[in-house]
């Protein structure tokens, strides 16, 4: 569970991770909360939002395509990816989304 | 809960809607159940994927700009904001984005 993110006006983007677990947690709850502290730590990083509940919705928020890339090829990421292929994720998709607007209270 | 959505190539759009809910549940679940229905019948739907986990996350995928217009506008749909509005979110933020790239398992 985590907060709504406090994004800044947009134009920003947006990673959606929507992902099926496999069964059994083999590693991945350690690994879950430290890519979302790793992630915060990166140049570029506004915010994440996400939820598990069956499936699993991850949106984490970034200021240019150049800080995804970036993230995307941060070492201990590319070994979390890995292993999230291998091991933790039955299915999943990633969707690189350029928010345009957005409102809310 | 939902599963991964089916949707074409890129580009298309999504609509990321992450909320929290007031207490109770006050003809919520009714009418949100209603209004995922409602939303696959319109022109332009993709698909859509909803969790709840203390926070809410629902994004739903559309062909264009104009096709969330137009769902935005209707009048099932209008009824369903304002009473999320007055009722059922306490907060919510809607970000309308254009997906530019995917990929998954």
């Known amino acids: 569970m985590s907060d709504i993110a406090k994004t800044p006006e947009p134009p920003y983007y947006a990673v959606i991770f929507t992902n099926l677990r ?3 947690d083999n590693g991945y709850g350690a690994m879950a909360d ?3 502290q790793l992630a ?3 140049p570029g990083f506004l915010g994440i939002e996400s939820v598990r509940e069956g499936i699993g919705i991850t ?3 970034w200021e240019s395509l150049e800080a995804i ?3 995307k090829r941060n070492a201990v990421h590319l070994e979390a ?3 999230g292929h291998e091991r933790w994720y039955s299915t ?3 969707r690189i989304a350029k928010v345009e607007r ?3 209270i």
Request: proline share 0%; charged share 30%.
């Open 92 to 94: 999943f998709k990633v």
């Open 40 to 42: 915060a730590e990166q």
């Open 81 to 83: 990816q890995r292993l």
């Open 102 to 104: 957005d409102y809310g």
């Open 59 to 61: 949106v984490s928020y």
């Open 22 to 24: 496999t069964d059994g």
């Open 34 to 36: 430290r890519m979302v």
């Open 69 to 71: 890339k970036h993230w």
